[in-house]
């Protein structure tokens, strides 16, 4: 059962070959068993989920059912989720219970979802490897010694050991993608603005963006339908009609315009991901789809704008953990600075307070027009690069990752090493372009993943483009022997 996916099951549960209370008690035991060896959740909420899954069994018996009623999720710990603790897996908010919830959970749970927990990640999404969070790492489950990448390695673990058939998670610079790639499944990042942030503790506010771990492109396509659309609670949430993302899935990829760029097959690829990456466009060439080389000269400045731009945002944005509202105190503070200090040193890990540092030092008056102004206008060129390579092509196609997933502890002591992981996806967020990650391939027994880039609010052509691939391969119903 657990090899389905959400759209096989959503069939299952509508003809009535199991409910959905089955289907939720099912996965609860695989989280069960294989939670205390993968450490893909913070939070089980296996009584609320039963509940839920009860719920939703009585509306597809009144034959009220849509595609996602009754089928299990999980949530990366970002999304704050009312009444459940929401950690963001740092200590900060080891003791939080969410008194809202984000407008991604709540559509999903409008729309019949079942959240079996919350996953575990990097603390506040600052990561490339799962290992910053407070809970502990997260072990892929293709092999136990490997990261499964972040900073929603949870939410990727998960769904590759079938815990759950779907899973939420969130880009900012690469954190859908890139664990998508090295936990082989499908990981899509929309175009920034098209699903709302309210309710999505904010690491990079300029730069975040929800979206989803599959299975597939389809059921991707499934889920991106419930949560995009314009929020008004959210300033940065576009208001733009939401088009059938599953109606586009068969259209004809013949005559596709697939763009190449040259800078991201440079040295730092493994040749073996890069022969990957040739099969997996020799198998749209037969489609009919053509290449075009094309240039993105400015890639090798999206990761130093982005350690400009990522940290300025997060000093900002977690200024608010002070120890005073809500979140971590330390105990018996001398005076009012001493509480700031104290429960901010001990509430955050070393890889957030690097970030605040970084964000509070370009931010200062002496330093902001020589780092954060500059590095704002050669994002303006990074985007430019992206617009014009779509006045030529229709999609953009490379790797997701330099290499397949590291080893845990391989790049913790050097944080330039596990930065330039997120090489290839960066520039996307810097641009604000919808992303998607599809397994392409293994490389001695591991997963990696070939990355779409589209234009803005493309998605439909990008789940269609990765639908056509998924029809003539089967990477992505692989799935590692735990
Ligand atoms: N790995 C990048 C970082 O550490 C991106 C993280 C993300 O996308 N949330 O900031």
Known sequence: MHKKSLTELSEGLKQGQYSSVELTQYFIDRINTYQPTLNA?????????LQEAKQADELIKSGDAGDLTGIPIIHKDIFCTKGIKTTCASKMLDNFIAPYSSTVTQNLESAGMVMLGKANMDEFAMGSSNETSYYGAVKNPW??????????????????????????????????????????????????????????????????????????????AKLLQVMAGFDERDSTSIDKPVPDYSATLNDSVAGLKIGLPKQYFDPGLDPLMAEK???????????????????????????PVYYVVAPAECSSNLSRFDGVRYGYRCQQPKDLDDLY????????????????????????????????????KLRRLISEDFKQAFSKVDVIMG??????????????DDPVSMYLSDIYTIAVNLAGLPGLSIPAGFIDDMPMGLQLIGNYFEEGKLLNIAH???????????????
């Open 468 to 482: 056509q691939y998924q029809q003539v391969t089967d990477f992505h119903r692989q799935t590692p022997n735990l």
């Open 399 to 412: 790797p997701v990752t330099p290499t397949t997933a590291f080893n845990i502890g391989e790049k913790l």
């Open 277 to 303: 990456i040739e099969q997996a466009l020799d198998a749209y060439k037969k489609m009919g789809a053509s290449i075009i080389d094309i240039d993105l000269p400015h890639t090798d400045q999206s990761i």
């Open 41 to 49: 959740l913070i939070t089980v909420t296996e009584e609320s989920a």
């Open 143 to 220: 092999q136990l010694d490997k990261v499964p990448g972040g900073s929603s390695g949870g939410s990727a673990a998960a769904v590759a050991a079938k815990l759950a058939p779907v899973s939420t998670g969130t880009d900012t610079g690469g954190s859908i993608r890139q664990p998508a790639a090295l936990c082989g499944v499908t990981g899509l990042k929309p175009t920034y603005g098209r699903i709302s942030r309210f309710g999505m503790i904010a690491f990079a506010s300029s730069l975040d963006q929800a979206g989803t771990f599959t299975s597939s492109a389809e059921d991707a």
């Open 341 to 376: 200090k104290r429960s901010r040193s001990e509430g955050f890990g070393e890889e957030v307070k690097r970030r605040i540092m970084i964000g509070a030092y370009t931010l200062s008056a002496g330093y902001y027009d020589a780092y954060y102004i500059k590095a704002q």
